[in-house]
């Protein structure tokens, strides 16, 4: 008996990158592969991965397109490990909005920017995208606030990379999109 071998087309179009944040200008950089941990002293690191959607049948979704992003402070990040990842599908209902995706992918606390970030890069790019974002948070409780009172609760410490986050996502974006 012999097995009859049917090749498959891939149904998903994955690209990831890295880039080095740079702790005083905001700016980031993106890193290559022979370009080692590059960056000044103290930067961040933004690892992002894009997975688009091939819809090569008509039961799949054609344009969903998934991101994952992650900044880690300090050291290099590793982008393959974004591969371990689950991935978070979106509802079965066929009723893909941006709060049963948030629902999903954000942590639903209240700086948490998934939601926005998301909405923004729907609108831009003209298809549904599903964002997840790891150590990222418009703001963070300081220890001196707790002292402090509830005035000085929240202290904007992030502000920079958000921005520059969302400048890597939609520079792949674009990488991923035109290449699919």
């Given at each position: 008996?012999?097995?009859?071998?049917?090749?498959?087309?891939?149904?998903?179009?994955?690209?990831?990158?890295?880039?080095?944040?740079?702790?005083?200008?905001?700016?980031?950089?993106?890193?290559?592969?022979?370009?080692?941990?590059?960056?000044?002293?103290?930067?961040?690191?933004?690892?992002?991965?894009?997975?688009?959607?091939?819809?090569?049948?008509?039961?799949?979704?054609?344009?969903?397109?998934?991101?994952?992003?992650?900044?880690?402070?300090?050291?290099?990040?590793?982008?393959?490990?974004?591969?371990?990842?689950?991935?978070?599908?979106?509802?079965?209902?066929?009723?893909?909005?941006?709060?049963?995706?948030?629902?999903?992918?954000?942590?639903?606390?209240?700086?948490?920017?998934?939601?926005?970030?998301?909405?923004?890069?729907s609108s831009r790019f003209k298809r549904p995208i599903f964002v997840s974002l790891n150590n990222v948070s418009t703001s963070r409780l300081t220890a001196s606030a707790v002292v402090a009172g509830p005035s000085l609760a929240?202290?904007?410490?992030?502000?920079?990379?958000?921005?520059?986050?969302?400048?890597?996502?939609?520079?792949?974006?674009?990488?991923?999109?035109?290449?699919?």
């Amino acid at each position: 008996m012999s097995a009859l071998y049917v090749p498959a087309e891939p149904r998903f179009a994955i690209h990831r990158s890295e880039y080095a944040l740079d702790p005083i200008t905001g700016a980031p950089t993106k890193l290559t592969g022979d370009s080692g941990s590059a960056g000044e002293d103290g930067a961040s690191f933004i690892s992002v991965l894009v997975m688009a959607h091939s819809g090569a049948d008509k039961s799949n979704k054609p344009g969903m397109v998934w991101v994952w992003a992650q900044v880690t402070p300090g050291r290099r990040a590793r982008t393959s490990a974004m591969t371990n990842l689950v991935l978070s599908m979106p509802p079965s209902s066929g009723l893909y909005t941006r709060a049963s995706s948030s629902q999903l992918m954000g942590s639903g606390a209240a700086d948490d920017p998934t939601v926005d970030i998301g909405r923004r890069l729907s609108s831009r790019f003209k298809r549904p995208i599903f964002v997840s974002l790891n150590n990222v948070s418009t703001s963070r409780l300081t220890a001196s606030a707790v002292v402090a009172g509830p005035s000085l609760a929240l202290s904007m410490v992030q502000a920079d990379e958000l921005v520059a986050l969302e400048s890597c996502l939609v520079a792949e974006l674009r990488m991923a999109l035109s290449s699919a």
